[in-house]
């Protein structure tokens, strides 16, 4: 295998995670964690700073 072909493999198979995760993150089954876990920074976890 020549290092083109190998580098061409390697970006398509990136570009192809990066668009699973970003339908991942896009699904609505993700969304209830995700609505969790944006109220974490304004929870009041008892710590007086």
């Given at each position: 295998?020549?290092?083109?072909?190998?580098?061409?493999?390697?970006?398509?198979l990136?570009?192809?995670?990066?668009?699973?995760?970003?339908?991942?993150?896009?699904?609505?089954?993700?969304?209830?964690g995700?609505?969790?876990?944006?109220?974490?920074?304004?929870?009041?976890?008892?710590?007086?700073?």
């Amino acid at each position: 295998m020549e290092l083109t072909t190998f580098q061409i493999v390697w970006t398509v198979l990136s570009f192809v995670v990066f668009m699973a995760i970003l339908f991942w993150a896009c699904s609505k089954r993700a969304r209830p964690g995700f609505d969790s876990a944006e109220r974490l920074p304004f929870e009041d976890d008892g710590a007086n700073l």
